[in-house]
C-alpha cells in the first residue's frame, strides 16, 4: 500500500497567486483530514470529509480556503488568492472511520508551501 | 487558555530510561489521539483511546476521563523514539484540539 499521497512536497509561490495541493487517501478509507501545521500555531485541523462529504470546516481559516472532495480518492485544498501567513506544512491524512473521527489515522508526508 | 495542556514541553532522556509524557484536556471528549512527529516531519498515529490503557510493544497509552488525563509511556527508550509527540483531543462535537507537543531527545 503507497499510504496517503499528497502533491506536490514542496511550492512556493507570491502572495496572491492560487495554490492547489492534492491528496489521495489510503485506497478503501472513508475519512479525510486536512491540517495545517506552523511553529506559531502547532497542528489545526482545517476539514475533514466523511464518505466525500465535508462534515467539519469549522477550521477553515478563511474564505479563501477551499477545500473539496470529488471522489473518494482524491481531494484539494485550495487557497485563493495566497498571503504570507499561509505558510505553512499541510498534511492531509485519512483513515476508515464509522461515524466520526475516532479512528487511527495515516498521515501523507505533507506539503511545505511558502508564499513569498 | 488551551484546551488540551502537555508536560513536559522538552525532555531529553538517556537510553533505557522510562519516559512519560503527559496531557491534560478540559473539554469533554469522545476520543484522544497520541501522534509522533518525526524529525522528518513525517506524523504517525500512535494511538486513539477512549478509556482505560492501550499498549504497542514498548508504548503505553492511558486515560483517566474522570481526570481529564491522559499518559504516553515509553518503555526501555532507544534514540529512534527521539521525536515530538502530540495529543489531540476530539470533544463530543467532533472539534480537534491540540497540544502543542513534547519534544523528546535519547541519548544513547
Known amino acids: 500500500d503507497a499510504g496517503v499521497i499528497q502533491s506536490p512536497r514542496h511550492e512556493v509561490t507570491e502572495m496572491g497567486q492560487e495554490v492547489t495541493l492534492r491528496c489521495k487517501p489510503i485506497s478503501g478509507h472513508n475519512s479525510l483530514f486536512w491540517y495545517r501545521q506552523t511553529m506559531m500555531r502547532g497542528l489545526e485541523l482545517l476539514i475533514y470529509f466523511n464518505n466525500n462529504v465535508p462534515i467539519d470546516d469549522s477550521g477553515m481559516p478563511e474564505d479563501r480556503f477551499s477545500a473539496k472532495m470529488p471522489n473518494a480518492s482524491f481531494s484539494t485544498l485550495k487557497i485563493q488568492p495566497s498571503e504570507p501567513r499561509d505558510s505553512a506544512v499541510y498534511f492531509c491524512a485519512s483513515s476508515l472511520a464509522t461515524g466520526g473521527p475516532y479512528n487511527e489515522q495515516f498521515f501523507g508526508p505533507g506539503t511545505r508551501l511558502t508564499v513569498l | 487558555k488551551n484546551e488540551v495542556e502537555q508536560s513536559p514541553q522538552n525532555l531529553t532522556a538517556q537510553e533505557g530510561e522510562f519516559i512519560t509524557i503527559n496531557c491534560s484536556y478540559s473539554v469533554g471528549i469522545s476520543a484522544l489521539h497520541w501522534l509522533q512527529q518525526h524529525p522528518g516531519g513525517g506524523i504517525v498515529s500512535l494511538f486513539m483511546?477512549?478509556?482505560g490503557k492501550k499498549k504497542h510493544g514498548r508504548l503505553i497509552a492511558t486515560i483517566n476521563i474522570q481526570e481529564k488525563h491522559s499518559s504516553l509511556h515509553i518503555t526501555a527508550s532507544h534514540p529512534r523514539d527521539s521525536a515530538v509527540y502530540i495529543c489531540?483531543?476530539?470533544?463530543?462535537?467532533?472539534?480537534?484540539?491540540f497540544g502543542t507537543g513534547t519534544s523528546l531527545t535519547v541519548i544513547p
Open positions: 483511546l477512549s478509556s
Open positions: 489531540a483531543a476530539v470533544n463530543t462535537g467532533n472539534q480537534f484540539y
